[in-house]
Structure formats: structure tokens, C-alpha cells
């Protein structure tokens, strides 16, 4: 089985653009990082970097630069989860550091639009409208999986929990009622 195969991350269904485009790119980042023995969350710390400064150049009006930052973040954010699954160390604490990276960085984002447009509110509905979208992609594919929701008494689980875990609980009724 090639590290490629090795580091995908066990899913009911792929997702095009990630497995033909993101991926490939992230795993050329992936290996080198493996041979030096970068530790995962470090990955998501460069991938959050990377979107925090495509804010900030967005909300300058330097849509190029960051177009190009949110790419080096997104391939970044497919590298981490790689990089974990490949050299064995996937962790909770990894789970909940990228997703709580990844609401960070979306807000910010969303924040930039806010800022660039003079339209907060309508920035604020699109992050909201976003998020939705991907606790409802993320619960139906652990619901399919038939994974419980939970998460641990860490700070970051406690974090999880309290960003995520109300998410979590009322798509659990709607999409499994009892």
C-alpha cells in the first residue's frame, strides 16, 4: 500500500476535489515532514498561520495574496491529518486542535469579508451559514459511521464541547430520532 493510500482518512465517500486536487499537493508536503519528524499539530499551527494571514491581506484588499494563503492553509489542513495517519499519531487532542484551528480561521475570514465589504452582518450570516454546512457534513458522516458524539475533559475537548457539541446533539436527534 503506497503512504498515500496509508495516510487517507477512512470515509464513507470521498470528496472530489480533495482526493484529485488537495490531497496529492498536501502528501508532497506530508513526506518531507515525515522524514524530519515534524510533529502533526505543528502542521495545524502553519495551516492557521497561513489563513489568519490571508484575513489580514484580505481585509487589506490583497485578494492574490490571499487567494494564495487560503490555498497554502487549505493544503496545510489536509497535511496535518496525513501527516498524523501516516507516521501513527493521530491523537484527540490533534481532532480537536485542528477543528477549533479551523473555526478560528474561518471566523477571521468571515470577519475580513465584514470588513472589506463594510457588511458585517451579512459576513456574520455567511460564517454561520458555513459552519452549519460542515457540522452537518461532519455529524452525518459519523452518524453513517455510527460513532457516538463526545468529547474528553481536556481544555481542548471542553472547548469542543462547548463550540461543537450543542451541534452535535441536535443534528443526533434530527438525523437519528429515537
Not at 492557521?48 to 481585509?59: D, H, I, K, Q, S
Not at 498524523?84 to 477543528?99: H, M
Not at 458522516?141 to 452535535?168: I, M
Amino acid at each position: 500500500m503506497s503512504d498515500l493510500a496509508r495516510s487517507r482518512k477512512a470515509r464513507l465517500r470521498q470528496e472530489r476535489i480533495c482526493e484529485t486536487v488537495f490531497r496529492p499537493l498536501a502528501h508532497l508536503v506530508v513526506m518531507p515532514l515525515a522524514r524530519l519528524g515534524v510533529p502533526p499539530p505543528a502542521v495545524v499551527f502553519a495551516s492557521t498561520a497561513c489563513g489568519l494571514a490571508a484575513a489580514v491581506e484580505l481585509a487589506r484588499g490583497h485578494l492574490i495574496a490571499a487567494a494564495l494563503l487560503v490555498q497554502a492553509k487549505t493544503i496545510l489542513d489536509n497535511a496535518d491529518g496525513q501527516l498524523a495517519r501516516l507516521t501513527g499519531r493521530v491523537t484527540v487532542f490533534g481532532r480537536y486542535l485542528d477543528s477549533e484551528c479551523d473555526l478560528l480561521v474561518n471566523a477571521a475570514l468571515f470577519a475580513a469579508v465584514g470588513w472589506r465589504t463594510d457588511q458585517p452582518l451579512l459576513a456574520a450570516a455567511g460564517f454561520v451559514a458555513l459552519t452549519a454546512v460542515l457540522s452537518i457534513n461532519f455529524n452525518v458522516e459519523r452518524l453513517a459511521r455510527g460513532a457516538e458524539a463526545g468529547w474528553d475533559a481536556s481544555v481542548l475537548g471542553r472547548a469542543y464541547g462547548l463550540l461543537y457539541g450543542w451541534q452535535d446533539r441536535q443534528l443526533e436527534r434530527v438525523l437519528r430520532p429515537e
